[in-house]
C-alpha cells in the first residue's frame, strides 16, 4: 500500500541548508532552478531544475542551499513491504512522458492550491510511477507482517501518549528482541525512527492548518517538552516551529496569520 504523507509547493531558502533527510518517508524533489542539493558520501550532489529525484527512507543525507530564487514541489510518501537501498539513497528520474502530464497537473494544483483531493490522487500517480521506473537492485523486499502493519496503525492512533518499546511488542504479541528484529525487517528503520517521524509529521500538518499554540501541538504529539520538540523540529524541517508556520500557514481564507497560536514566538 502506498500513502502519501505530505505535498506541497514551497520557496526554498536558508531553512534548507543542513536538514537531516533520514526519516521514513520516501521523498520526491522537483526544483525549479539549479542551487540546492544534497550530501551524498561526502560530495555536492545538486538537484537540477525539471528532473525528478526520488530519495528512499533512511538516506542519511544532508542538504545545502545556495541559490536565490527557487521553488521546490515535494512528496512524501510510504510504501509498506519494500525498502530503499542504502548503497544506492538517491535516483535521478526524467521529467517525460506520463510523468510530464501529471507533473504539469500536480503542480497546477498545487499553484492554484485547489483540489486537494485531486493533488493526492495525482501525487500517488507520481509515487508509485517513479518507484516503477527504478532498477531491481534499488529496492529492498521487507518482510509482510500485519502485527507490525498493527502496531504502525497504534503509532498513529496513540501520538498523544507516552507510548513505547514493551506497548509495542504488546501490541504486535512478540517479546521484545523478537519485535525490533521483525520491526525493522517490515519497515527498514526502528520503531523510535518511525514513531518520530510520525509525531513530527503531523505537529508540521497542525502548524500549517491550526492556530493551536506551541504547547497544544507539543500535547497532541506526545512531546512533552516544548524547548526539545523546536530543537528536533527545526533539525528535521530547517525551520522552527514559528518561521514554519508564518511561511506554511493555510486555513481556510487566511494566508498570512499575525498571531497563530498565542506562544508561538521563536525558540
Known amino acids: 500500500m ?20 533520514s526519516d521514513g518517508f520516501w521523498r ?7 542551487g540546492a542539493g544534497v550530501f551524498l558520501n561526502g560530495k555536492k550532489y545538486e538537484l537540477m531544475p525539471r528532473r525528478f529525484y526520488l530519495i528512499a527512507p533512511y538516506a542519511d543525507l544532508k542538504t545545502y542551499f545556495n541559490a536565490g530564487v527557487l521553488y521546490q514541489y515535494y512528496i512524501h510518501f510510504e510504501v509498506n513491504f519494500f525498502a530503499g537501498n542504502s548503497n544506492c539513497p538517491i535516483h535521478e528520474i526524467p521529467l517525460e512522458g506520463d510523468l510530464q502530464g501529471a507533473f504539469d497537473k500536480f503542480t497546477s494544483l498545487l499553484d492554484s492550491g485547489n483540489d486537494p483531493m485531486r493533488g493526492g490522487l495525482l501525487a500517488m500517480q507520481i509515487a508509485a510511477a517513479l518507484l516503477s521506473k527504478l532498477p531491481d537492485e534499488a529496492l529492498v ?13 497504534f503509532m498513529r492512533q496513540n501520538l498523544s501518549r507516552p507510548i513505547g518499546l514493551n506497548d509495542f511488542a504488546r501490541v504486535a504479541n512478540y517479546a521484545t528482541n523478537s519485535f525490533l528484529r521483525r520491526f525493522r525487517e517490515a519497515t527498514g528503520g526502528t520503531p523510535y525512527q518511525y514513531l518520530l517521524h510520525l509525531r513530527y509529521a503531523q505537529a508540521a500538518r497542525l502548524l500549517e492548518s491550526t492556530d493551536l499554540s506551541i504547547k497544544e501541538i507539543c500535547s497532541s504529539v506526545g512531546v512533552a ?7 528536533c523540529f ?20 487566511t494566508s498570512d496569520p499575525e498571531h497563530p497560536g498565542d506562544d508561538l514566538q521563536e525558540d
Open 28 to 34: 520526491v524533489y522537483c526544483h525549479t532552478a539549479p
Open 141 to 153: 523486499k521487507l518482510g509482510v507482517d500485519q502485527r507490525i502493519a498493527r502496531v504502525c496503525d
Open 2 to 21: 502506498l500513502r502519501v504523507e505530505r505535498l506541497q509547493k514551497v520557496r526554498l531558502g536558508k531553512f534548507w541548508d543542513n536538514i537531516s533527510l
Open 234 to 253: 527545526k533539525q528535521i524541517y530547517g525551520n522552527s516551529p514559528a518561521a514554519y508556520r508564518r511561511v506554511n500557514f493555510r486555513i481556510s481564507g
Open 225 to 231: 517538552d516544548r524547548f526539545h520538540f523546536s530543537r
